[in-house]
């Protein structure tokens, strides 16, 4: 399996009425898993983990393919994205097994959003090639 981790740490200091007080501060660890379990198919996973409580927090996965030495959305299979929303969550997995091309050279595109109050992050994870 290759393994892509990210830990994000944002910390935002508010200054109200001369004091300082931190708002919608929170950490995120996110991974991307992979394996190629046939010719034909391949086992994906997307988990995010935060260090509070957020509103929502949602998982966009797409399957892309090497093209012409660049990365593009799959053509030629059946489910390109993947995606689902939690509400009120400290984080989730989200595993999915997709149907691929025998001989294509594959990668999984993740976009993690999460929304506290008013505060939306946003940040995207790839996969190793498989």
Known sequence: MKKR???????ALVIVFGSVSVASAYTTVAEVRT???SNTSGRIISDVTYSTIV???TIKMTLQEKYNGAWRT???VPV???????????GFRLPYTLSLKKGKIYR???AFTS???????????YS???
């Open 5 to 11: 981790r990210c830990l994000l740490a944002v910390l």
């Open 35 to 37: 394996s190629r379990t």
């Open 55 to 57: 509103t929502t927090a």
């Open 74 to 76: 799959a053509t030629g």
């Open 80 to 90: 390109k994205t993947v995606s689902q929303t939690k509400t009120n969550t400290r």
């Open 108 to 110: 999984i595109k993740s």
């Open 115 to 125: 929304k506290k109050g008013t505060s939306t992050k946003t940040f995207t994870l």
């Open 128 to 130: 190793g090639a498989f």
